[in-house]
């Protein structure tokens, strides 16, 4: 089993900043993508950006300039820093792992438990 612990949510300010981490542990051999989607309250879950494991990345276009995901290898933790944050960012955010147990495994993605980021205007 895998799991992932997530940190760095609450409330800010427009404009503010939030920094997320998500740290995987358990049984993982090694780990392909990783990243983060969001859930705002009545809409279907969305990408927000990926990381693959040499660090190519992709955005949704509404975070594009403002947001930036990282990870450390090493430590399995994937990051993703949020700036000029708006009201309209406010949503759940999980992270999303893909990996596998073992050479001879396939992939698989494991979800942490969500933390949520209020944008307050």
């Known amino acids: 089993q895998v799991q992932l612990v997530e940190s760095g949510g609450g409330l800010v300010q427009v404009g503010g900043s939030l920094r997320l981490s998500c740290s995987a542990s358990?049984?993982?051999?090694?780990?392909?993508?990783m990243g983060w989607y969001r859930q705002a309250p009545g809409k279907q879950r969305e990408l927000v950006a990926h990381i693959t494991r040499h660090g190519n990345t992709a955005y949704a276009f509404a975070v594009k300039g403002r947001f930036t995901i990282t990870r450390d290898n090493g430590k399995n933790t994937v990051y993703l820093q949020m700036n000029s944050l708006r009201p309209e960012d406010t949503a759940d955010y999980y992270c999303?792992?893909?990996?596998?147990?073992?050479?001879?495994?396939?992939?698989?993605?494991?979800w942490g438990q969500g933390t949520l980021v209020t944008v307050s205007s």
């Open positions: 999303n792992v893909n990996f596998r147990s073992s050479p001879v495994t396939t992939y698989q993605d494991a």
């Open positions: 358990g049984s993982i051999f090694d780990i392909n993508t």
